[in-house]
């Protein structure tokens, strides 16, 4: 359910600014209008084992304990699409070749981005730009359970198409294919690309989450929920 509102002059919403040398490491930074908001990723860093000194009896020395292994969690970033352009108001990107066939799937909205990612086992797979509500229908920030998919949806308070709609809140704010233009908005749900949206739809399953922020960053390894989040 989109309305025009003519909000924003420049037709694109996400720059990367490409890989590190490293190649373990990218910047994302994502441009519209004074907006920028920047995700980072890199490698985090594990402390080291202490060291053990020679003690005067080996048969009480205490043995060197090994650092912990990180916890491989499906709700970490494990890897993000290389993209190397802006990504404009309509087009998308959707690449499931570095994700496994199977895993959980997490879906993450920044609103000062104004960008969509999908993580599937942790690997990003697809990514576009949004629409987004504004004044006294904004976007609500937080994490939401997919509660509903109805391919053929129409909204019965604007009477309004919202193809391939999976609910988020039982007021009716949704992700749901739109006409993603510059100068238009929603009522408060998350606006995609139509085919973006039957891709999504396609893979996303009841109870998935949602996680909806204004500003969110993150680095490779850190989890894209919580603790309290992801049971």
């Given at each position: 359910?989109?309305?025009?509102?003519?909000?924003?002059?420049?037709?694109?919403?996400?720059?990367?600014?490409?890989?590190?040398?490293?190649?373990?490491?990218?910047?994302?930074?994502?441009?519209?209008?004074?907006?920028?908001?920047?995700?980072?990723?890199?490698?985090?860093?594990?402390?080291?084992?202490?060291?053990?000194?020679?003690?005067?009896?080996?048969?009480?020395?205490?043995?060197?304990?090994a650092a912990p292994k990180?916890?491989?969690?499906?709700?970490?970033?494990?890897?993000?699409?290389?993209?190397?352009?802006?990504?404009?108001f309509g087009k998308f990107?959707?690449?499931?070749?570095?994700?496994?066939?199977?895993g959980p799937l997490v879906?993450?909205?920044?609103?000062?981005?104004?960008?969509?990612?999908?993580?599937?086992?942790?690997?990003?797979?697809?990514?576009?730009?949004?629409?987004?509500?504004?004044?006294?229908?904004?976007?609500?920030?937080?994490?939401?359970?997919?509660?509903?998919?109805?391919?053929?949806?129409?909204?019965?308070?604007?009477?309004?198409?919202?193809?391939?709609?999976?609910?988020?809140?039982?007021?009716?704010?949704?992700?749901?294919?739109?006409?993603?233009?510059?100068?238009?908005?929603?009522?408060?749900?998350?606006?995609?690309?139509?085919?973006?949206?039957?891709?999504?739809?396609?893979?996303?399953?009841?109870?998935?989450?949602?996680?909806?922020?204004?500003?969110?960053?993150?680095?490779?390894?850190?989890?894209?929920?919580?603790?309290?989040?992801?049971?």
């Open positions: 359910m989109t309305k025009q509102a003519n909000l924003w002059s420049k037709s694109w919403v996400r720059m990367p600014l490409g890989l590190l040398a490293t190649g373990a490491a990218s910047l994302l930074a994502f441009n519209v209008g004074q907006d920028i908001a920047g995700t980072l990723f890199g490698n985090s860093t594990a402390e080291a084992a202490p060291m053990v000194t020679a003690a005067a009896d080996p048969a009480v020395m205490t043995p060197a304990v990180p916890v491989d969690s499906p709700f970490v970033v494990k890897s993000i699409l290389p993209i190397n352009e802006p990504i404009k990107y959707w690449d499931e070749t570095r994700a496994p066939a199977t879906v993450t909205v920044d609103l000062t981005a104004r960008v969509i990612s999908v993580f599937r086992d942790g690997h990003e797979i697809g990514a576009a730009a949004i629409l987004k509500g504004y004044g006294e229908k904004p976007t609500p920030t937080g994490v939401f359970p997919i509660t509903q998919k109805d391919a053929d949806h129409v909204s019965n308070i604007y009477d309004a198409p919202m193809p391939h709609m999976l609910r988020l809140t039982n007021d009716g704010v949704s992700i749901h294919g739109s006409k993603v233009e510059k100068g238009y908005a929603t009522n408060g749900c998350v606006g995609v690309p139509d085919d973006f949206a039957a891709k999504l739809f396609a893979q996303a399953k009841l109870g998935d989450k949602v996680i909806i922020t204004d500003g969110r960053k993150m680095t490779v390894g850190d989890p894209i929920l919580t603790g309290e989040h992801a049971s």
